[in-house]
């Protein structure tokens, strides 16, 4: 018969930042805020204007993502990170999920996901990995038996944004970024330390957060990238820290 269709995504995009830096990073470390940067309109999923249905556009339940709790949504835009800095030499992802999608009917469930997950070396845990499927192709996220569609995920890493801002990926540079100037090779220097004896190091929160020492290095700790172990990776997390560096690319 003809060979199937190869499927065409719009190009992966890391969203615009928000303008400055973390206010409650800024704080912390008695800094002021970095100049300013002009932010674009936030990307709102297909079919929606301003928050409110496109009444143009067919309704259609909301995507299993969009009712997705912080830590999914750090986990969804850290993969889109990932996928922004993997280098050509690792191979095509959406090959790689033709690759799990062994009936051939364009959608893996929730372990076949995770397999496609883990194939990727996105810098996601196990656990992580578990979590991201969990969210997009198993029971709780609505799809029944149907399992997530290549659409589906690459909509989902698209326009995913974590709920609190004020730990927004923005905040985790400038964290990083704090940590990695007591040393002379960024993050990479932590190579082979704990994560909890280095991130003990990092100054208490503003008493206005109202969040424990221990929660606050919780929330950095999620947009870290990890060993399959759940160990932070630190020259992973210093590439990453780097991307932040970077001339702004539309």
Not at 36 to 58: F, I, V
Not at 73 to 89: E, G, H
Not at 137 to 156: C, D, H, I, K, Q
Request: hydrophobic fraction near 40%; include cysteine; aromatic fraction near 6%.
């Amino acid at each position: 018969g003809d060979a199937a269709p190869v499927m065409s995504l719009p190009p992966l995009r890391r969203p615009a930042p928000p303008p400055g830096s973390s206010p409650v990073a800024a704080k912390m470390f008695g800094v002021p805020p970095s100049p300013t940067r002009a932010s674009s309109p936030t990307r709102r999923p297909p079919g929606s204007a301003g928050g409110l249905p496109d009444m143009q556009a067919p309704a259609r339940p909301a995507a299993p993502w969009v009712d997705a709790g912080h830590e999914a949504q750090v986990l969804l835009a850290r993969a889109r990170s990932a996928l922004l800095r993997r280098p050509r030499a690792r191979g095509n992802w959406v090959q790689a999920f033709a690759r799990y999608d062994v009936s051939g009917a364009g959608l893996l469930g929730c372990r076949q996901f995770e397999a496609f997950l883990e194939s990727l070396r996105l810098g996601l845990s196990h656990a992580e990995v578990r979590i991201v499927a969990e969210t997009l192709a198993g029971p709780r996220a609505g799809v029944g038996n149907g399992g997530v569609s290549l659409g589906a995920f690459s909509e989902a890493i698209t326009h995913a944004v974590p709920s609190d801002q004020k730990f927004g990926e923005q905040w985790a540079f400038d964290m990083a970024g704090a940590l990695a100037g007591k040393t002379l090779d960024g993050l990479g220097a932590f190579k082979g330390r704990d994560h909890r004896e280095v991130l003990s190091s990092l100054p208490p929160p503003p008493a206005e957060l109202g969040m424990s020492a221990a929660g606050l290095v919780e929330r950095l700790l999620l947009w870290l990238p990890k060993t399959p172990d759940g160990d932070v990776d630190w020259p992973s997390a210093e590439e990453w820290r780097a991307t932040a560096l970077e001339p702004w690319r539309r």
